[in-house]
């Protein structure tokens, strides 16, 4: 691109004539003229530049200057160029006293702003006075100067064009082109249908219809609308064209395209702030809702831009906006912690300051979340954080691209306008919030504490009470006009001339009062109010409103009475108690000591006032430090209470063990000024604490000696603790994480129905107490062993299980053994089937065959018989106890020990 100063330079030695003159009628001031200029008349530029147009020419006579003033005035009434035609000019010679004749023509040319008004005039003289070859010359010399006053408007900050009239094909697109649209001249002019093809798609239509409809009649117009820039971005353009003609044929466009993108951003920018605020102001919609809104217009003036906010809450981040960000990238970096290097909103929030990433995969504050970034195609983040007015960071303003980017000067101010936006709607938010509360807060306070306030405008009479007040006096706002007559009406009788004149005395004194009264209500209930009033006046004391408040004291005044009535009951009460009572002065001595101290220190308390007694006394000397101590901090923290333990003496010099508590009693200004203690013989309870430590020692010892697994389990938790014989038997370590679910998961998978079946049987039949059943448990070796489950059930009122309490025995050897023994059981019954069956058939033909040789004579031929029969027999009984033998063989004695 050409710079401004070598422009200024070939402005300055054009051949032609060529003045800039403002519009400011009738001076028309001159800004600027050329050398060829100042050569028609011998005067400086310093001469002429800032003085009237006029005030320069006729100061010199020799120049005829008809209608020229009617020319610059038509210029400036019309908007578009005029040309004074060919005339007859006498101007000083070169000696300055002769005169010599030009033939000019003298063309006047607008130059108009955004708003097409005339800013400048350029003035420019044509001089025709040679022949024709000279003319011809002058006519080049011309179009020469014509073009070096093209690349003069190259300067303007637009784009100037020219175009064809009927073709729209342009023939001059100056290099600001490539400035405001990132295309080169060359590219523009050698594309076909090229300004056409760049028009945003969402203009186009309207854009080539308006066109159409004002290049036809219209000499100059000018229109907004969007075109494509080679990035892909948007940019705003405010046209201003000029028809030329050539006789009654349009022959050129030309114009001027500004980029008024970021007057228009502003304007958008302040109509959505606009929007936001009125929206915002209603309080109706949720503060997530119009943030959302308030992002989606900031995205829509910067497309390619992502916005989100995140509320700052407790140190930590939480979404409260993000309408474009992926929801999944949303939901992973919520409830993230601020800190430093975490993200850019995290950084922001812990620091307190903007933080901007250009490229989030090289920046080292996101290193552990660029992973998560980039997967969304999240490239750029600048945060900024939302302030307060107490310099707490309450939101941060987060802006995403999908490529590296750093923010322009446009951007970084819009963002801060944002910023300082979000800044007056999340305070506003939060302090609309705390005034709510508060207001609830009071009106509900009054409505517990029974107060209520008035206003009494004296000069006009007019009463207001606070809806509080209305229940006070038991009265229905819709149907009660409060006046003060009819205050006064609702007064006791016997307290209204007293209250009239406290109030009359207020009206002459302008000293503030408070008082007591007593109403009646409707239903003639008596209720007891202390009041107080304030009265304002103006500048010459005379009053003009009172302010007020009524408390409702009626219970307090029964409260009082009844204390009153009842101290001497609760002294009695106090006596009678089995607990220590007894009061201290700040100087450690008695103040008082109930009936139950006297009777166990009376031996130490015998004929001693109180007032001249140290509580110390009681108090084995070890202990003497740790009373001081704590009536030191009665002292310092009056109202709280401080439980200690203080061993007392004991007649028979032994130690009384002794649970106090000590609490500061104090005045009306919140000082302590006694310290009262109550406290409890608790030898029976170190006793019993004793017994019971010695007790759980047995348990851990039984636990530790026993095989059975011994548990508890928390059947509303789930959770189960195990015995030392968990581990003994099972192999699993006892300090480890354990539930009903894991006992359930080592269950043998064929025991595991009937087992747990068994166990919410018993559970849910609230008759039962225990649950007994045998299964199959996995070891931590994997293996199984046989076991038998007890346990006692805990339950609550409703007679739900909450808690059971027993053990897991291993049986496995004693289910072998009975195994074992079913098996020699069987064996032995065998034994003894044969026994008695088999061994008796043999048997019984022995006896028989020795009956037969004893008792019958027998010749020797059937005596051998028989002794032979008899001999069968017994080899046949042999062989049967030989079987037996066989069998006894098997048998495992040691079992049957057992």
């Excluded at 923010?407 to 300082?420: F, N």
């Excluded at 130690?655 to 000082?671: Q, Y």
Aim: glycine share 6%; hydrophobic share 35%; proline share 3%.
């Amino acid at each position: 691109m050409i710079n401004e100063k070598y422009l200024k330079e070939i402005f300055k030695s054009l051949p032609s004539p060529v003045m800039i003159l403002l519009p400011d009628a009738p001076q028309f001031s001159i800004v600027d003229v050329n050398d060829a200029y100042l050569k028609l008349k011998e005067f400086t530029r310093e001469e002429c530049i800032g003085k009237g147009f006029f005030e320069v020419f006729y100061s010199n006579r020799y120049y005829e200057i008809p209608g020229w003033t009617e020319s610059l005035e038509k210029v400036i009434a019309l908007n578009k160029p005029d040309k004074i035609p060919l005339r007859k000019y006498e101007i000083p010679g070169n000696d300055g006293r002769d005169r010599e004749t030009r033939y000019w023509e003298i063309d006047h040319i607008p130059i108009v702003n955004d708003n097409n008004k005339v800013i400048f005039i350029v003035r420019t003289i044509t001089d025709l006075t040679h022949d024709i070859n000279a003319r011809k010359k002058s006519e080049q010399s011309l179009t020469e100067s014509r073009n070096q006053f093209y690349s003069l408007l190259q300067t303007i900050e637009g784009i100037v064009w020219e175009a064809d009239a009927t073709t729209l094909q342009f023939t001059f697109v100056s290099d600001h082109a490539k400035q405001i649209l990132g295309f080169s001249p060359e590219e523009w002019l050698g594309q076909p249908s090229f300004w056409e093809n760049h028009i945003h798609p969402g203009d186009r239509d309207e854009v080539l219809n308006y066109y159409n409809t004002k290049s036809r009649g219209a000499k100059s117009y000018s229109f907004e609308y969007r075109m494509v820039k080679a990035d892909g971005g948007t940019v705003w353009i405010k046209d201003i064209v000029s028809v030329i003609k050539e006789g009654t044929k349009q022959k050129w466009l030309r114009g001027l395209m500004l980029d008024i993108t970021a007057s228009k951003r502003l304007s958008s920018l302040e109509n959505l702030e606009k929007n936001v605020l009125e929206l915002n102001s209603k309080n109706t919609a949720p503060v997530q809702e119009i943030l959302a809104y308030y992002l989606r217009g900031i995205e829509a003036l910067f497309p390619q831009m992502l916005c989100s906010i995140l509320q700052v809450k407790n140190n930590r981040l939480h979404n409260w906006a993000s309408p474009s960000l992926p929801t999944r990238y949303i939901e992973a970096i919520e409830n993230l912690p601020i800190n430093e290097n975490v993200g850019s909103c995290g950084t922001a929030a812990y620091l307190g300051k903007k933080v901007i990433v250009s490229d989030i995969a090289t920046d080292p504050r996101w290193a552990d979340y660029k992973e998560l970034a980039l997967a969304h195609d999240l490239r750029a983040c600048w945060s900024y954080p939302v302030i307060n007015s107490d310099r707490k960071v309450m939101a941060t303003l987060g802006m995403y691209y999908n490529e590296p980017k750093k923010p322009d000067e446009e951007e970084l101010k819009v963002i801060e306008r944002v910023t300082a936006i979000l800044k007056i709607i999340l305070e506003n938010r939060e302090n609309a919030e705390i005034i709510a509360e508060t207001s609830l807060l009071m009106t509900q306070s009054q409505e517990l504490a029974h107060f209520g306030n008035w206003h009494w405008d004296v000069q006009n009479n007019v009463v207001s009470w606070s809806d509080s007040l209305y229940a006070i006096y038991g009265l229905n706002k819709t149907n009660f006009k409060a006046t003060f007559e009819g205050y006064q009406e609702m007064l006791h009788p016997d307290d209204r001339q007293r209250v009239y004149n406290t109030i009359a005395n207020v009206l002459q004194t302008k000293n503030d009062v408070e008082f007591e009264e007593r109403i009646i209500r409707p239903g003639g209930e008596i209720r007891h109010l202390k009041s107080w009033g304030k009265l304002k006046c103006n500048d010459n004391g005379a009053p003009l409103e009172m302010i007020g408040a009524c408390l409702d004291i009626t219970e307090s005044k029964t409260t009082r009475e009844e204390l009153e009535a009842s101290e001497g009951r609760l002294r009695t009460l106090a006596d009678s108690q089995t607990n220590y009572v007894i009061r201290l002065g700040l100087d450690g001595k008695y103040t008082y000591f109930n009936k139950k101290y006297i009777e166990d220190f009376d031996w130490i308390l015998k004929d001693k006032k109180p007032s001249d007694t140290d509580a110390s006394l009681t108090v084995q000397l070890y202990h003497h430090q740790l009373v001081k101590d704590i009536m030191d901090k009665c002292v310092k923290n009056p109202n709280k209470v401080y439980q200690v333990e203080i061993d007392k003496l004991q007649q028979d010099g032994g130690v009384k063990p002794t649970l106090w508590h000590f609490i500061g009693l104090t005045n009306s200004k919140g000082e302590t000024v006694e310290v009262q203690c109550i406290g409890l013989d608790i030898t029976d309870l170190k006793n019993a604490q004793k017994a019971l430590r010695i007790s759980n020692e047995r348990f851990e010892y039984v636990n530790k000696a026993t095989n059975d697994a011994i548990f508890d389990w928390n059947i509303l938790t789930g959770t189960v603790k195990w015995g030392n014989g968990f581990f003994r038997l099972f192999g699993f370590d006892i300090r480890e994480h354990y539930t009903y679910d894991t006992w359930l998961q080592q269950v043998h998978p064929d025991d595991k129905i009937k087992t747990q079946g068994s166990l919410q049987a018993t559970l849910q039949d609230a008759t039962q107490g225990n649950w007994s059943v045998e299964y199959r448990f996995m070891k931590a070796d994997g293996e199984y062993a046989y076991v038998e489950g007890n346990g006692y059930i805990i339950r609550d009122a409703k007679g739900s299980g909450i808690r059971m309490i027993g053990v897991i025995r291993d049986i496995t050897e004693r289910l072998n053994y009975i195994t074992a023994v079913e098996k020699q059981n069987e064996k032995l019954r065998e034994i003894a089937w044969m026994q008695s069956h088999v061994v008796r058939a043999p048997l019984t033909k022995i006896i028989g065959l020795a009956d037969l040789i004893k008792d019958f004579p027998n010749n020797n031929e059937e005596e051998n018989q028989l002794l032979e029969h008899l001999l069968t027999c017994a080899y046949e009984l042999d062989n049967i106890i030989r079987d037996i033998s066989k069998k006894t063989e098997h048998i495992d004695l040691n079992v049957a020990q057992q």
